[in-house]
């Protein structure tokens, strides 16, 4: 859960406004909330760093994992708590849910929760000043004492043009690295999966607007960018001249943009990931030598069952063509264990795909049944105990293997992009190429910046450093 607090901030015309937005879930949901940052932005809206101060609360929510909704519920039932004080006071409190659990539930929020003004969906949030209008115009009959039929405005449709179309450009480069979302939804169906459902059909971004975007954010100092998309490298946009470009063709093109040392892209599938996209991390040096490609699973007969349309052959001929071509590439990848139907077997086939591998970071999760999907009528669903330990043995193998791929780094020199200060006094923590977290002595005005960064330990989720000055650096 991430807090956005991102942009300038901006007096409005008239009364200065504020917004809280919190943030569920996955890059995109954070990139999504900096987008509605952006169309707030010239209503008046400036970013509050809490609830408590805002005149309006925007929960951009997640419905991947397990309660997800429930959580959403009981921090509406605090909100609510707040509207009633304010307006007791004469004010108010405007509550919108945005994200996948307003697609997914609709109006049944409102119905549970009278006290939400606005549901949108992620495929509506250029709406949301026309929603914010249409509440407070809701609002003002109330104040009049005046009975409309129905609470709470709601835009949850998938609309037939793009939604980035209409959004403002991004504002968002936090030291020195930028999102650009170039695709959204998914066409595959994995069975446990409620993505198709909530964000719908897979959609990519003309790569003109693309260009344009990455441009626009090297030009306000982005040196790394991180491609975004729920099926990434499904990526199909068209160009100027008809022609339609994959994500290999478009990472060659992004490469060229002057500023941009560095490139990413997340999630994928191993289904997508074709010839041109494995050469291209052998050729293009901006591309950094690491992959998240979730496998889910290492039982073909479970993959078979999550409808993932690969089998662990596949899998494994992919990482071996990918080493291939950049033997140093660090792979990280999604876990779930407990499908519906595993069995002892089937976890040990994962077991032994984690081993064959080795994997230098990963998230895994226990299978949680989603309303909705087909997963949720399989029979023999795994029992909870059976989950737990599955996940514990799973992870301490991953655990296991994320040391050792740190320990391999270290003595190595290598380059790092500082972000963010330390908690320690004088300390910065940056990324290695590999995405490995880097805590290093340094001054401050290196944050946005590469340095060249001596590994000197490696531990669970982090290495140290010393960052290597140069004779004419320590001269100046
Ligand atoms: N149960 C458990 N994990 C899930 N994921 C998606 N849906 C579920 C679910 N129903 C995990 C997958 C996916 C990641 C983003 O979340 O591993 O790759
Ligand atoms: Fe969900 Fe990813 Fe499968 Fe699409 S490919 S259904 S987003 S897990």
Redesign the pocket.
């Given at each position: 859960m991430t807090d956005v607090r991102t942009g300038e901030q901006r007096q409005g015309q008239g009364q200065r406004k504020r917004v809280f937005i919190r943030t569920y879930g996955?890059q995109m949901n954070v990139y999504d909330s900096d987008r509605m940052a952006d169309v707030l932005r010239p209503l008046g809206y400036a970013l509050a760093d809490a609830p408590e101060q805002a005149d309006l609360v925007v929960l951009n929510t997640c419905h991947?994992?397990?309660r997800a909704s429930e959580k959403v519920y009981s921090e509406l039932g605090r909100l609510r708590d707040t509207k009633f004080e304010r307006r007791a006071q004469g004010r108010d409190l405007t509550i919108a849910v945005a994200g996948c659990v307003a697609q997914a539930e609709g109006q049944e929020i409102v119905r549970r929760q009278p006290a939400v003004d606005i549901v949108v969906g992620p495929q509506a949030y250029h709406r949301l000043p026309e929603l914010l209008a249409e509440a407070e115009r809701k609002s003002a009959f109330r104040r009049a004492g005046k009975r409309l039929p129905g609470a709470g405005v709601l835009d949850t449709d998938f609309p037939a043009e793009s939604k980035f179309d209409h959004l403002p450009a991004p504002a968002g480069v936090h030291a020195g690295q930028a999102f650009l979302s170039i695709q959204e939804g998914c066409d595959k169906f994995?069975t446990?999966?409620?993505v198709p459902y909530t964000r719908g059909a897979e959609y990519s971004r003309p790569v003109a607007a693309v260009l344009a975007e990455a441009r626009h954010l090297a030009a306000a100092g982005a040196i790394e960018i991180t491609l975004l998309g729920q099926n990434v490298n499904a990526y199909h946009g068209e160009a100027a001249d008809g022609s339609t470009w994959s994500l290999a063709r478009l990472i060659r093109a992004l490469a060229e943009i002057e500023g941009v040392a560095r490139l990413r892209y997340t999630?994928s599938h191993p289904r997508d990931m074709d010839d041109a996209l494995i050469a291209v991390h052998g050729e293009v040096p901006q591309l950094m030598p690491y992959l998240h490609l979730?496998v889910?699973s290492g039982s073909d007969r479970i993959l078979e069952a999550m409808n993932r349309r690969h089998g662990r052959d596949l899998f494994l001929r992919l990482v071996d063509r990918l080493r291939a071509v950049r033997p140093d590439l660090a792979l990280s990848s999604?876990?779930?264990v407990g499908f519906p139907g595993e069995s002892d077997a089937d976890f040990d086939d994962t077991m032994r795909l984690i081993d064959e591998v080795g994997f230098a970071s990963a998230?895994s999760?226990?299978?949680?049944?989603?309303p909705g999907?087909p997963?949720w009528a399989m029979p023999d669903q795994v029992p909870e105990s059976v989950e737990a330990a599955r996940l514990a043995a799973l992870q301490a193998l991953l655990g296991r293997q994320a040391r050792d791929f740190n320990a391999s780094k270290v003595g190595a020199t290598v380059p790092v992009l500082f972000a963010e200060t330390g908690r320690k006094p004088g300390q910065i923590i940056g990324k290695t190429p590999w995405l490995q977290s880097v805590h290093a002595e340094g001054n401050a005005r290196l944050i946005g910046s590469i340095a060249a960064v001596r590994l000197t330990a490696g531990h669970a989720n982090s290495l140290a450093g010393e960052i290597v000055v140069r004779p004419w650096e320590a001269a100046a």
């Open positions: 996955c991947i994992r397990e994995c446990f999966c409620v999630t979730p889910q999604d876990f779930i998230f999760f226990k299978y949680s049944r989603r999907t997963g």
